[in-house]
């Protein structure tokens, strides 16, 4: 994967029982399933791969949601499954796994892509007085490392660490000068990592990012760490988090950081990265949909027309409260997909198209247990 490394993500997806289920998504999996499925034929990532259809590299954000992942394909799967048809190429089958496993590739090749600006950063690490600490090539003041010597440029999961981990100090070494805490944003942060990691000294440091802790043990963590204490019912953290990526969650952090009793309980990078992605996935995956909103796409996109006729031979979705998620939608898409589209066809229904809010709002009502 290049400069881009990996990304293992533990994500919490309902099982089509209806249960919770753990599963690991990995982003080395997803990128084998890209090329063995035959994705990698028609579509390219960043320039790797065929030309007769878009290259996802370019087309996926950070913002790109399960949701937004199921409605494109979604809307786009009667083309692709005549493309495939005219190569003779066998149709992906892809199970919940390989939903979630591409998913997090197809966000991991992007992860670094955000929009920064050097000149920016460089304004930034000046303004928030973090040069008069820490040089480029040498330390200014004793117990703070220069630039070159930081590992954690590329790394989002070792940088939120270290940045939670040296907040007391930091904050000694603040109140000394009487320099305010120094608040950040998310884009402000990008920017200060686009001008440091394009510093000629920090040059040969190569962006990676992986996350490869499970969910399980970040929830355990985070009740050991006394974070779960404070954080519930209107201080619960998976709202607040709802769109934020990793460089926003460790700018939340590192905000935090002051309010927190001192010294802040340490966090070693694999418990960091367990915690992060354990509240990261939660966010993630919870579609904040609107079960009535998706009541009407269910009638306007003429799903009943199949789902509550019997002798269509489509399953009734009702009684299956808390078993749909996004994940599982692409699962069902490449696996009952194109049938669903012949029987469409035969009923002289339209294959529907959807927005990501409106498949946000479907997935909330199928999950209602009313359809």
């Known amino acids: ?16 029982t209806g249960a919770a289920a753990v599963v690991s998504a990995d982003s080395r999996r997803g990128e084998r399933l890209f090329e063995t499925q035959s994705c990698i034929q028609c579509h390219s990532v960043n320039g790797k791969g065929g030309s007769a259809a878009p290259d996802l590299g370019k087309r996926i954000g950070r913002g790109y949601t399960p949701a937004l992942l199921v409605t494109t394909m979604w809307n786009h799967a009667p083309a692709m499954w005549a493309a495939i048809r005219q190569r003779q190429t066998p149709p992906p089958a892809l199970t919940e796994q390989d939903a979630a496993d591409l998913f997090a590739y197809f966000y991991s090749v992007q992860f670094f892509g955000k929009p920064g600006d050097a000149a920016r950063g460089k304004r930034v690490f000046s303004s928030r007085h973090c040069a ?3 040089g480029i090539a040498e330390s200014k003041v004793a117990d703070a490392r220069p630039v070159r010597e930081w590992q954690a440029l590329g790394n989002p ?5 270290q940045m939670w981990n040296h907040s007391a100090h930091m904050k000694e070494a603040f109140d000394c000068k009487r320099i305010r805490w120094p608040f950040l944003t998310g884009q402000e942060l990008t920017d200060v990592l686009v001008y440091l990691r394009n510093l000629r000294e920090v040059r040969t440091q190569t962006p990676q990012f992986e996350i490869s802790s499970g969910g399980e043990d970040g929830r355990a963590l ?3 760490k006394s974070c779960a204490g404070c954080h519930t019912g209107r201080l619960a953290l998976p709202p607040r988090l709802k769109g934020q990526n990793f ?31 354990y509240l990261w996935t939660q966010q993630l ?4 949909g609107s079960p ?13 027309s199949c789902h509550n006729d019997p002798a269509s031979g489509a399953p009734t979705l009702s009684g299956r409260k808390g078993a749909f998620s996004a994940i599982s939608m692409v699962s069902a898409l490449w696996l009952h997909g194109s049938r669903m589209l012949e029987r469409m066809t035969e009923k002289s229904v339209a294959w529907p198209q959807f927005k990501e809010r409106q498949m946000s709002d479907l997935i909330a009502y199928l999950n209602s247990g009313q359809p």
């Not at 998706?294 to 799903?303: D, I, M, P, T, Y």
Request: hydrophobic content about 50%; charged content about 15%; glycine content about 4%.
């Open 222 to 224: 985070f009740e050991s």
């Open 247 to 277: 460089t926003d969650i460790a700018v939340a952090m590192w905000n935090h950081a002051p309010k927190m009793a001192q010294p802040p309980p340490q966090l070693a990078p694999e418990e960091m990265s367990a915690i992060i992605t």
């Open 292 to 304: 009535v909103r998706g009541k009407q796409v269910f009638a306007e996109k003429q799903c009943a």
């Open 157 to 161: 999961i070792l940088l939120a660490s």
């Open 132 to 134: 008069e600490c820490h």
């Open 285 to 288: 995956l919870e579609e904040a």
């Open 1 to 16: 994967m290049g400069m881009f490394g990996h990304f293992a993500l533990a994500t919490v997806i309902a099982a089509q």
